[in-house]
């Protein structure tokens, strides 16, 4: 069985008990406005993957992508064989080697 | 660029990756980058040859934002236990808005009113269901002891 789902039209309905006249495209508005609140917290796991690039040490992870990544918890490399293989994160998180190299062209895609 | 299969037999042994503001940084030991410090063993840049990439070379697991809503008659893209707190947030918002153009005191504090209990019931919903707040950025995180005087 289907799991109950509002669509924003019934949300709209909801909010015109509470505020008469207002419009649906306010609404809208609004309802994108929580989304980004609500986005703070941890909800939904994505995957995406993206080319490895000689001499690229930064991928960029921000907003501008075809992704909206609010914590990235898993990395994994592909490997000869074609299989992705899960690699550790590194704690103190910086090598000795300086790189400031932009990464703009980095284009993710979802799994 | 060329597209270049990947020769990395474990990258579980050989490749790092970390976080840093709003980028991922990936390193390996394999390859010699061309000085003391990127040679054989020590962390750098992936060295394929230059212009070379290996397509779809890494993979990603995340905790995504929700995708926005582009239509009135879409559905919501977030969990079905906060769909209802996100009501109290639209409505918290409009009824802010409606007291603020409102002529009439009574009805405006009415108005406010209501939407600080929406408000409270978005907080306190959140606060069971939302899970801990992200970390879209990296780093290490300071302890900060109690003050024990």
């Given amino acids: ?111 | 660029m060329a597209a270049v299969s990947s020769t990395y037999k474990d990258p579980s042994t050989s490749f790092v990756w970390w976080i840093e503001g709003d980028r991922i940084a990936i390193a390996t030991e394999i390859g010699d980058g061309g000085t003391s410090e990127t040679s054989e063993t020590k962390l750098k840049p992936v060295q394929l040859g230059s212009g070379n990439t290996i397509t779809d070379g890494m993979v990603i697991s995340y905790y995504a934002e929700p995708d926005k809503l582009t239509s009135i008659t879409g559905t919501l893209d977030i969990d079905n236990t906060l769909q209802p707190l996100l009501i109290d947030y639209v409505k918290y918002k409009a009824l802010m808005d409606a007291a603020s153009r409102e002529d009439n005191p009574a009805i405006a504090q009415i108005r406010m009113a209501s939407a600080q209990q929406c408000l409270s019931t978005y907080r306190e919903g959140l606060r069971k269901f939302g899970m801990k707040k992200n970390e879209k950025t990296g780093g290490t995180r300071g302890i900060v002891p109690a003050n024990m005087r």
Wanted: charged letters at 25%; aromatic letters at 10%.
């Fill in chain 1, 1 to 111: 069985m289907a799991a109950i789902e509002f669509t924003g039209k019934e949300i709209y309905s909801r909010v015109l008990q509470a505020v008469p006249g207002v419009s649906e495209n306010y609404v809208l508005n609004l309802i994108n406005e929580a989304l980004i609140d609500m986005g703070q917290f941890l909800q939904k796991v994505e995957y995406a993957k993206t080319d490895l690039a000689h001499n690229q040490l930064w991928y960029n992870l921000d907003d501008d992508r075809a992704i909206t990544v609010n914590k990235v918890f898993r990395c994994a490399i592909k490997n000869d064989a074609g299989e992705y293989i899960q690699i550790p994160r590194l704690t103190n998180q910086e090598i000795k080697q300086f790189y400031s190299e932009a990464s703009a062209n980095t284009t993710w895609t979802e799994v």
